[in-house]
T-cell receptor
């Protein structure tokens, strides 16, 4: 799995968009970008994933650059409950088993 | 929604006890995983299973065993608990087709303390 780099921490005001960046410059053509988050003392939660097109679901949007070397997770209207550690993971598609490797992630703190 | 249920949120056990951690998923997923999570070490895979009665060692299987007698249930067993097994234990499952493929769904975790 390709290595990812994320800022260690970010702050965001409640109601504003939170934009979380991730660098994955060594990503290969068959690797997808996945985002998970982990709220304190809970299990990780899947958010979204994509290959090369931008993706949106009820939780977030994922913007992947054209060269696929970086991506941004967007929480359009952050709430206090979005305070969590956010993990960007790059994995080969087509494999349904195999461990997830979480890096250090980004600690997002949403302020009132 | 996918639901992965771990039997306990918190457990306190004594050194040498046999400990069972249970995990049940309701999405008919083929693959199930047990991880432990420790500060500064991230997630580490203990064991995984890709079918009933099948199991594969992960990165840190020593001191653990698993059981998968039914598709929906994956149990982690600490044969003789030790203090260095104090940790957060996370169960996950994933399907092999469709939207569930490659997405690991996690339980809420079991925080185990071994005294």
């Amino acid at each position: 799995d390709a290595k990812t780099t994320q800022p260690p921490s970010m702050d965001c005001a409640e109601g504003r968009a939170a934009n979380l960046p991730c660098n994955h410059s060594t990503i290969s053509g068959n690797e997808y970008v996945y985002w998970y988050r982990q709220i304190h003392s809970q299990g990780p939660q899947y958010i979204i994933h994509g290959l090369k097109n931008n993706e949106t679901n009820e939780m977030a949007s994922l913007i992947i650059t054209e060269d696929r070397k970086s991506s941004t997770l967007i929480l359009p209207h952050a709430t206090l409950r979005d305070t969590a550690v956010y993990y960007c993971i790059v994995r080969i598609g087509g494999t349904s088993y195999g461990k997830l490797t979480f890096g250090q992630g980004t600690i997002l703190t949403v302020h009132p | 929604d996918v639901k992965v249920t771990q039997s306990s949120r918190y457990l306190v056990k004594r050194t040498g006890e046999k400990v069972f951690l249970e995990c049940v998923q309701d999405m008919d997923h083929e693959n199930m995983f047990w991880y432990r999570q420790d500060p500064g070490l991230g997630l580490r895979l203990i064991y995984f299973s890709y079918d009933v009665k099948m199991k594969e060692k992960g990165d840190i299987p020593e001191g653990y065993s698993v059981s998968r007698e039914k598709k929906e249930r994956f149990s982690l067993i600490l044969e003789s608990a030790s203090t260095n097994q104090t940790s957060m234990y996370l169960c996950a499952s994933t399907g092999t087709s469709g939207l569930a493929k490659n997405i690991q769904y996690f339980g809420a975790g079991t925080r185990l303390s071994v005294l």
